[in-house]
């Protein structure tokens, strides 16, 4: 048997590129974006009543995942790329239908030039991803307070973040020009620590897209140091 499906809408994302996006929704509690909804979803009135609701299930596909394909085992990043676990004990994008699930808060719905928007926060998805269905996340039976988190443990040791005065100068005029806090969401995302588990201890230069701003940066022991914001005007 199968089945076809369409996406009822397409994410605005600050995340424009896979390095960078956290592991799951809610670390990064800056992360900004929008849901475009699609015709014939695009209609106000299948939203009413989700503003008494603060947060939202959003399906969807990773898309970037699907030429890659997917394999029966994986190696999880939190046991730092050594054990393999199966497919399904993991979250892994390379699935075989490649479908991704987060929880995301939301903010209300826009117009904007004849489209209809559903703003996110929170998010961990990448620009360009095709949403297949939107629920409201009702606490009373989606919290599961003994649940069990297998692996998967939240990073606790936190670094400092640090920005050259030049760095912070261009965020500084990104926010004017934009209105968009590039400073608080480098700081969550660096906060997460973005490396490869195999790169833990690395002092490479690393670069990361967010928005149309290259963000370049590299560790040592004590922290994060910022060292360029590229690639826009100002
Ligand atoms: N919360 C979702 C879930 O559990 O299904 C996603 C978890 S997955 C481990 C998170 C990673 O998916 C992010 O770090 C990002 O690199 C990747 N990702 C997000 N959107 C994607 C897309 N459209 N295509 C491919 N990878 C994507």
Not at 39 to 58: A, K
Not at 78 to 86: A, F, H, I, S, T
Not at 130 to 154: I, N, W
Not at 170 to 196: F, G, H, M, W
Request: hydrophobic share 35%; with cysteine.
């Amino acid at each position: 048997m199968e089945f076809s499906i369409k996406p009822i809408g397409t994410i605005h994302s600050c995340y424009t590129e896979k390095f960078g996006i956290p592991r799951q929704p809610g670390l990064v509690k800056s992360a900004r974006g929008s849901i475009e909804m699609l015709p014939p979803c695009d209609r106000e009135e299948m939203f009413n009543e989700l503003e008494s609701f603060s947060h939202i299930w959003v399906q969807f596909q990773f898309h970037e995942a699907v030429s890659d394909g997917w394999r029966p085992t994986v190696r999880p990043p939190w046991l730092g790329g050594q054990k393999r676990v199966g497919l399904f004990a993991c979250r892994t994008p390379h699935r075989p239908n490649f479908l991704g699930l987060s929880v995301v808060r939301h903010h209300g719905l826009r117009r904007e030039k004849g489209k209809l928007h559903l703003d996110i926060s929170e998010q961990d998805l990448l620009h360009g991803t095709p949403v297949f269905d939107l629920k409201p996340y009702v606490p009373y039976s989606d919290v599961v307070p003994d649940a069990s988190s297998g692996f998967a443990r939240v990073t606790t040791r936190k670094l400092a973040v640090f920005f050259i005065p030049e760095a912070e100068e261009r965020c500084r005029s990104y926010r004017e020009r934009t209105k968009r806090n590039l400073r608080a969401l480098v700081v969550e995302i660096l906060l997460q620590d973005p490396r490869p588990a195999s790169q833990r201890g690395s002092t490479r230069e690393y670069g990361m897209l967010l928005w149309d701003v290259n963000i370049r940066w590299r560790a040592n022991d004590e922290g994060f140091t910022v060292f360029a914001v590229e690639g826009h005007r100002g």
